[in-house]
T-cell receptor
Framework: DTAVSQTPKYLVTQMGNDKSIKCEQN?????MYWYKQDSKKFLKIMFS???????INETVPNRFSPKSPDKAHLNLHINSLELGDSAVYFC??????????????FGEGSWLTVV | DQQVKQNSPSLSVQEGRISILNCDYT??????FLWYKKYPAEGPTFLIS?????DKNEDGRFTVFLNKSAKHLSLHIVPSQPGDSAVYFC???????????FGSGTKLNVKP
């Protein structure tokens, strides 16, 4: 049983297209995230949702829109893809802020290549 | 502006020896620190954590040391095994606040 699962794992698409990455967690966690690992290998937070509510929104272009239909799911939709969007996108989850001492659990990553 | 830094991109160690991975942070508000291990084409997996009320936490072959005055933490792996070869990320957060900052990783190669 995969705790945090995301699909697709690999995605190659052309510039200008719109694509979505889906994420689901079965850990019962309240908080979910999207992280981006760029070419320099840094893991940078993009968004965080707690119980379907957006709590962290880093300086990400508004072409990126997260959607959380329920606390077990956090999808990422990207409009008008650009070459610079090529990266690995990781979904993650953790217990809610009130739990303290959180551990964040990651999915396997989605490798996005924009050509 | 990287608040968590891993200045060694790679480290090579002989099997059976100690591996020491280092991490520095700049934000004095951080009070909870984690280490993650990542194999190629997989997501990072949690390894060990430490809160700022401690200066050491041990779990089997893995020990994390925290030096708050130096804003430095390190992960010791003893003895190192070839299966430990992976990229190791350190992360930091403020307790009770769900925002984790990650370093750029150190690639550990344990030679048989």
């Amino acid at each position: 049983d995969t705790a945090v699962s995301q699909t697709p794992k690999y995605l190659v698409t052309q510039m200008g297209n719109d694509k979505s990455i889906k994420c689901e967690q079965n850990l019962g966690h309240d908080t979910m995230y999207w992280y981006k690992q760029d070419s320099k290998k840094f893991l940078k937070i993009m968004f965080s949702y707690n119980n379907k509510e957006l709590i962290i929104n880093e300086t990400v272009p508004n072409r990126f829109s997260p959607k959380s239909p329920d606390k077990a799911h956090l999808n990422l939709h990207i409009n008008s893809l650009e070459l610079g969007d090529s990266a690995v996108y990781f979904c993650a989850s953790s217990q809610g802020p009130s739990q303290g001492g959180n551990t964040i659990y990651f999915g396997e990553g989605s490798w996005l290549t924009v050509v | 502006d990287q608040q968590v830094k891993q200045n060694s991109p790679s480290l090579s160690v002989q099997e059976g020896r100690i591996s020491i991975l280092n991490c520095d942070y700049t934000n004095s508000m951080f009070d909870y620190f984690l280490w993650y291990k990542k194999y190629p084409a997989e997501g990072p997996t949690f390894l060990i954590s430490i809160s700022s009320i401690k200066d050491k936490n041990e779990d089997g072959r893995f020990t994390v040391f925290l030096n708050k005055s130096a804003k430095h933490l390190s992960l010791h792996i003893v003895p190192s095994q070839p299966g430990d070869s992976a990229v190791y990320f350190c992360a930091a957060s403020v307790y009770n606040f769900n925002k984790f900052y990650f370093g750029s990783g150190t690639k550990l190669n344990v030679k048989p």
